[in-house]
């Protein structure tokens, strides 16, 4: 089965830290994702990545980065925390071409404080 | 961009079928529909996928009109345990490879 493991179940930072949330998958796929998931608005994605050093924003990139310098590995950034970046965040992975399914991972509970 | 719509809740009881539908009326031409199930503290599982016209698995039936513009997700005698949040998914029809969820349905099955 396919394994996406995100690093932290539970993360609770402070207002203007910088905030690392890491992602690996093991299925060498090219696609990697990164959603948040709040109450009441489901999904949104924030940023995208279709192969190692390329990034695409989604639909909310405002106040994130993203990093892939490895193919297996997607960093989300949050450069300075805010509290209105208290969330669920769920990292996805899918092998390339259109139609192909999302593998998630389980997903990291932030809190800024 | 291809937004979907689906119900926002459904309720049904045990061993009942339920129908969940999804709006999707700027599905690109590649495009394929996507159903996902989310259960709490999870992230979302994949449940089935088509293209035209009607596909089945082991878990659930797919219905798309000759149009596309919308979709059904089918369970069959629905258990417990399919209480969950049902997303249906579409590429963009700006850029097919770029995956927008809709809001989902949270679908409630009663004793």
């Known amino acids: 089965d396919v394994k996406v493991t995100q690093s932290s179940r539970y993360l609770v930072k402070r207002t203007g830290e910088k905030v690392f949330l890491e992602c690996v998958q093991d299925?060498?796929?090219?696609?990697m994702f990164w959603y948040r998931q709040d109450p009441g608005l489901g999904l949104r994605l924030i940023y995208f990545?279709?192969?190692?050093?390329?990034?695409e924003k989604g639909d909310i990139p405002e106040g994130y980065s993203v990093s892939r310098e490895k193919k297996e590995r997607f960093s989300l950034i949050l450069e300075s925390a805010s509290t209105n970046q208290t969330s669920m965040y769920l990292c996805?992975?899918?092998?390339?071409?259109?139609?192909?399914?999302?593998?998630f991972g389980s997903g990291t509970q932030l809190s800024v404080l | 961009l291809a937004k979907t719509t689906q119900p926002i809740s459904m309720d049904s009881y045990e061993g009942q079928e339920v129908n969940i539908t999804c709006s999707h009326n700027?599905?690109?031409?590649?495009?394929?529909i996507t159903w996902y199930q989310q259960f709490p503290s999870q992230g979302p599982r994949f449940i089935i996928q088509g293209y035209k016209t009607k596909v089945t698995n082991e878990v659930a039936s797919l219905f798309i009109p000759a149009d596309r513009k919308s979709s059904t997700l089918s369970l069959p005698r629905v258990s417990l345990s399919d209480t969950a949040v049902y997303y249906c998914l579409v590429g963009d029809d700006r850029n097919t490879d770029k995956l927008i969820f809709g809001t989902g349905t949270r679908l409630q099955v009663f004793p």
């Open positions: 990545s279709y192969d190692v050093k390329m990034k």
């Open positions: 299925m060498d796929h090219e696609n």
């Open positions: 700027n599905i690109a031409t590649n495009d394929y």
């Open positions: 996805a992975s899918s092998p390339t071409g259109v139609g192909e399914k999302l593998f």
